[in-house]
Every structure is written in structure tokens, then in C-alpha cells.
Nanobody, 124 residues
Framework: QVQLVESGGGLVQAGGSLRLSCAAS????????MGWYRQAPGKQRELVAT???????NYADSVKGRFMISRDNAKNTVYLQMNSLKPEDTAVYYC??????????????????WGQGTQVTVSS
């Protein structure tokens, strides 16, 4: 099993910045993909960004150009730098970890590990 611990959420004014961190521990495969998802009240959980152990990234259109995902493989930690925050970014942000089935991480296992979530609130 993989355990994920998130940190860095909080309250910020529109236009501000926050940086989220997520540290993974446990039975970690070296080839994996980590990412961030978010869930706003009354809405489904949605993808924000992912990054493979080979540093290939993917972003939701709504955050492109404002958010940047990165990782430190030596620390098994993924980061989400969020800039130019908007009220619609308000949500609980969840860290996600999946083991890859191939070296390029083009296929992943169905079961994921999730963090407990961290609240991000952007005031207008």
C-alpha cells in the first residue's frame, strides 16, 4: 500500500498563489504517476494535473498556464504550484498515486492511492 500526506492548502485572495505538497510512503514502485484532483461542493472530483516518474505532465484546460506540477523522485513527493488563483479554484485538493504498467506510464493500474485532501479556498 501507498500512503499519501498532503499539505499546503489554505485561504488566499483571488490572484494569489499557493503551493501544495504530497509525500508518498510505503510500497512505492519506481515507475508511477502522481497527480492532483479536486472536488468542489456539489461537483464531481476532477483531474487537475498529473506527472509521471519520467516527468511527463498533463493538465486540465482550466489550469493550463496558471498551475505547474513537479516532483522530486528522491523524496517521493509531488508539488502543485498554483498561481493566479480564481474563486472557481476553490475545492478540496486530493493527491493521487498509481503504479504504471509500462515503462512509459501509458497504462496504469485501475486502483489508486488517495490522500486525505487539503482545502483550498480562494476569496474574491
Amino acid at each position: 500500500q501507498v500512503q499519501l500526506v498532503e499539505s499546503g492548502g489554505g485561504l488566499v485572495q483571488a490572484g494569489g498563489s499557493l503551493r501544495l505538497s504530497c509525500a508518498a510512503s510505503g510500497s512505492i514502485s519506481s515507475i508511477n504517476v502522481m497527480g492532483w484532483y479536486r472536488q468542489a461542493p456539489g461537483k464531481q472530483r476532477e483531474l487537475v494535473a498529473t506527472i509521471t516518474s519520467g516527468s511527463r505532465t498533463n493538465y486540465a484546460d482550466s489550469v493550463k498556464g496558471r498551475f505547474m506540477i513537479s516532483r522530486d523522485n528522491a523524496k517521493n513527493t509531488v508539488y502543485l504550484q498554483m498561481n493566479s488563483l480564481k474563486p472557481e479554484d476553490t475545492a478540496v485538493y486530493y493527491c493521487n498515486w498509481r503504479r504504471c504498467l509500462d515503462s512509459g506510464c501509458y497504462a496504469v493500474i485501475a486502483v489508486a492511492s488517495w490522500g486525505q485532501g487539503t482545502q483550498v479556498t480562494v476569496s474574491s
